[in-house]
């Protein structure tokens, strides 16, 4: 079974800096996909970013960016140029190559402020 | 497009009464599927429904039930509630669930049993 790890439960970020995220994922597959999630308080989950593990270059969303590390298995999140709609819980997951879409695992979340 | 719609918002029930959530996918997309989310155990992957058909399942008790309609709206059941099940229940929907599909959330119901 995989596990996803995200050590940091809160960070706190000023607006118009950068942030960086941690994930760690244990797995024994080799194609996988992973992703980050954000939940503001209107509890909706949102897709930040998306890298799939066969892609050596590391995914960009705007001012949203990976670092995906295979051998490590890790996959850490980005965040430059602070705002303060990004102030919410961000969410490593994982999923199976082999699998579909719906079935995510998920790590337990890093709450993230962004204060002026 | 309308977004997945889950009603209602919230709810609240009492020990052993059980309980049905709603969930209607964007329009056209045909898999459904449910997680739990609670401070404790984080989000869990509850179950998957594909034109009607339950296409993938978690490691909940068989007190969690759901099912998906012709019309691809999807509701979760829980019978004889304990006080664990409380958590926000959210539905995400895709097209056909390829796993190079976007997932799309809706906001969630927020059961809490007393």
């Known amino acids: 079974a995989q596990t996803v790890t995200q050590s940091q439960p809160e960070m706190s970020v000023q607006e118009a800096e950068t942030v960086t995220l941690s994930c760690t994922y244990d797995t024994s597959e080799n194609n996988y996909y992973l992703f980050w999630y954000k939940q503001p308080p209107s509890r909706q989950m949102i897709l930040v970013i998306r890298?799939?593990?066969?892609?050596?270059q590391n995914a960009t969303e705007n001012r949203f960016s990976v670092n995906f590390q295979k051998a490590a298995k890790s996959f850490s999140l980005k965040i430059s140029d602070s705002q303060l709609g990004d102030t919410a819980m961000y969410f490593c997951a994982f999923m199976s190559y082999t699998g579909t879409a719906s079935k995510l695992t998920f790590g337990t979340g890093t709450r993230l402020q962004v204060t002026l | 497009k309308a977004g997945v719609t889950q009603t209602p918002r919230y709810l609240i029930k009492t020990r052993g009464q059980q309980v049905t959530l709603s969930c209607s996918p964007i329009?056209?997309?045909?898999?459904v599927s449910w997680y739990q989310q609670t401070p404790g155990q984080g989000l869990q992957f509850l179950f998957e429904y594909f034109s009607e058909t339950q296409r993938n399942k978690g490691n909940f008790p068989g007190r969690f039930s759901g099912r998906q309609f012709s019309n691809s709206r999807s509701e979760m059941n829980v019978s004889t509630l304990e006080l664990g099940d409380s958590a926000l229940y959210l539905c995400?929907?895709?097209?056909?669930?390829?796993?190079?599909?976007?997932?799309?959330f809706g906001s969630g119901t927020q059961l809490s049993v007393l």
């Open positions: 890298q799939e593990a066969y892609k050596q």
């Open positions: 995400a929907s895709s097209f056909d669930g390829a796993n190079n599909e976007k997932l799309f």
């Open positions: 329009s056209g997309h045909r898999s």
